[in-house]
């Protein structure tokens, strides 16, 4: 599938709202959409023929979310919503990338090559520096501790590059384990971003999204240990219910960051205590993502409203995280992600999870 480069114009009515209402942030979220979706074109019209030549399915997988990622970009730019927009193009870029990195790298981390390992930790370097003026603005100090440890990451990935280029040969592993930094500095980046905007311009609804997901995970985790009878995971998944409790009461009181940084955390100890908690049956994991997957395609083509495109847009967000999760071996945090993108796809149909 060819995704063609095309320059998108911003909606008559943005453009309408930008010079009547006080509100320049909207006409820049606009501008910023219109550059992640062209970028994003052109990084599938590079990515497309190389992957789908590799006969990596994995790859392959991921260039088809990239794609989809992109057409829900497209449809939430058309609809006005700009800032969902150009994060559902970031997104469909940076996994169009982890499928030529893997493609480039070939099996066993084979043929990496210095000059490709060079463009990957310079496309990161931009992304860093995009990220670190928002970053600064919002005042956020999470978004800035999570920025600064992917700016450690790139520092470690670039000097690998140079040791593995300084004499004869390239070494193969260093040039590997400096993309898999850099990759993780980009998702570093990215995440820092969001924190940033959703600091300086915190949306309620999505807000209230957020503390449903970490109430589903923690139900899930609860429901885990009594089966396992493990006092000890118990007692830690306490804690994160006491501390969403907290998130809910921060909410309530309009105090949306400190509501945010609650709930990630208790959503955070709910992923320590289920990285221990053993395997997953894999049907039932397969079970589960196939179930998302079969959602979320019904409500793409549902006709949705403004509202659930957004919700659409964010379960194809928490379907990739399942198959990568999956991918990377960990299959609790892929369960409770595909669980989370099958519920966002019914709520967006209008459905009852």
């Known amino acids: 599938m060819k995704t063609p480069n095309l320059r998108l114009p911003i909606p008559l009515a943005l453009l309408l709202a930008a010079a009547l209402l006080p509100r320049p942030a909207l006409a820049q979220s606009c501008l910023e959409a219109q550059r992640e979706i062209t970028a994003a074109d052109r990084t599938l019209q590079v990515v497309s023929p190389v992957v789908q030549g590799s006969g990596d399915a994995t790859a392959a997988d991921q260039l088809a979310r990239a794609q989809l990622l992109e057409g829900q970009a497209k449809a939430a730019f058309t609809e006005g919503r700009c800032p969902l927009a150009a994060r559902l193009a970031g997104r469909a870029r940076e996994l169009a990338d982890k499928a030529l990195v893997r493609v480039r790298r070939g099996a066993g981390d084979r043929n990496v090559r210095p000059d490709f390992a060079r463009r990957e930790l310079e496309r990161t370097d931009e992304i860093l520096a995009r990220a670190a003026p928002r970053v600064k603005e919002s005042g956020s100090d999470r978004a800035q501790i999570v920025l600064d440890g992917a700016a450690e990451s790139q520092t470690r990935a670039w000097a690998l590059v140079r040791d593995a280029t300084a004499a004869g040969a390239p070494d193969q592993a260093r040039l590997a384990t400096a993309l898999e930094l850099t990759m993780k500095a980009r998702d570093g980046a990215r995440q820092a971003f969001d924190l940033a905007t959703q600091n300086s311009g915190m949306n309620p609804d999505r807000l209230a999204e957020e503390l449903r997901l970490t109430d589903g995970q923690i139900a899930t985790?609860?429901?885990?240990?009594?089966?396992?009878?493990?006092?000890?995971?118990?007692?830690?998944?306490?804690?994160?219910?006491?501390?969403?409790?907290?998130?809910?009461?921060?909410?309530?009181?309009?105090?949306?960051?400190?509501?945010?940084?609650?709930?990630?955390?208790?959503r955070q100890l709910v992923r320590d205590v289920l990285s221990g908690a053993g395997q997953v049956d894999p049907a039932e994991l397969d079970r589960a993502i196939q179930a998302a997957r079969s959602a979320l395609d019904r409500a793409r083509s549902a006709g949705l409203p403004a509202d659930g495109l957004r919700l659409?847009?964010?379960?194809?967000?928490?379907?990739?995280?399942?198959?990568e999760q999956r991918d990377a071996g960990h299959p609790w945090v892929a369960l409770l992600s595909a669980r989370a993108a099958r519920d966002l796809a019914l709520r967006a149909m209008g459905g009852t999870p």
Do not use: I, K, N
């Not at 995971?233 to 105090?255: H, I, K, N, T, Y």
């Not at 659409?312 to 198959?323: D, I, K, N, P, T």
């Open 221 to 266: 985790a609860v429901e885990w240990s009594r089966a396992a009878g493990s006092s000890g995971s118990a007692a830690r998944l306490e804690v994160a219910r006491s501390m969403e409790e907290r998130a809910r009461r921060r909410f309530e009181q309009r105090d949306y960051p400190e509501a945010l940084g609650l709930t990630q955390r208790a």
């Open 312 to 323: 659409l847009g964010q379960g194809e967000l928490r379907y990739s995280r399942a198959v």
